[in-house]
């Protein structure tokens, strides 16, 4: 799974460091979003803080209003609750991706709806064997500033898993408030220039 990670990360760098230059001059209808967030969990009685790698591709149907894609990796640290040992573990969407942007710089809202896969261990904690869950619906809205190249954005996370994974009076909790930066990767038709 670190390897994963690494290669998620070093290909995550080297697109932000091949497109910079042209992002800078131009702006497109079409672009890759690739973006780093960090978050508390809420609740926390199963993790403790997660942090992710956000991947989007978003098409501007209007100045205003961009649809997409979006996946990822966000990876949850377990905690220790009432001694219960929880594992750590991931999530990754599958999901359709919304924007409103009022304006060409400033506030913008948006939300993310699909499915998140949850991985890692098969069971909840080390000391437990009650299985984890496979996934569940997967909702995040995001609420934040944004420019041509940049969104900076408060953003809640989560996968709704029913009662699986739920151990004594611990629900199996997939769900996080945090901070998420997305740096925005021009492709196709060119619409102006800056």
């Known amino acids: 799974m670190k390897t994963i990670k690494k290669t998620i990360l070093a290909?995550?760098?080297?697109?932000?460091?091949?497109?910079?230059s042209n992002a800078q001059d131009q702006s497109y209808n079409n672009m890759l979003k690739v973006g780093f967030n960090v978050g508390a969990a809420v609740p926390t009685e199963n993790a403790s803080a997660n942090v992710?790698?956000?991947?989007?591709?978003?098409?501007?149907v209007t100045p205003g209003f961009g649809i997409g894609i979006a996946t990822g990796y966000n990876h949850f640290f377990g905690n220790q609750n009432d001694g219960i040992d929880n594992n750590d573990f991931g999530v990754v969407p599958a999901a359709a991706m919304f924007r409103y942007y009022p304006k060409q710089k400033g506030f913008y809202a948006g939300a993310e709806l699909g499915y998140g896969f949850i991985t890692g261990d098969k069971y909840v904690a080390s000391n437990s064997l009650v299985e984890?869950?496979?996934?569940?619906?997967y909702f995040k809205p995001e609420l934040g500033y944004h420019n041509i190249h940049?969104?900076?954005a408060l953003q809640y996370t989560k996968v709704f898993t029913g009662d699986t994974g739920t151990i004594g009076s611990q629900d199996y909790s997939v769900g996080s408030l945090g901070l998420g930066l997305t740096y925005n990767l021009p492709l196709g038709t060119k619409k102006f220039k800056e």
């Open 52 to 60: 992710g790698v956000d991947l989007g591709y978003q098409y501007l």
């Open 11 to 20: 290909l995550t760098l080297g697109l932000l460091y091949s497109f910079s």
């Open 132 to 137: 984890r869950p496979d996934g569940g619906v």
């Open 150 to 152: 940049w969104n900076f």
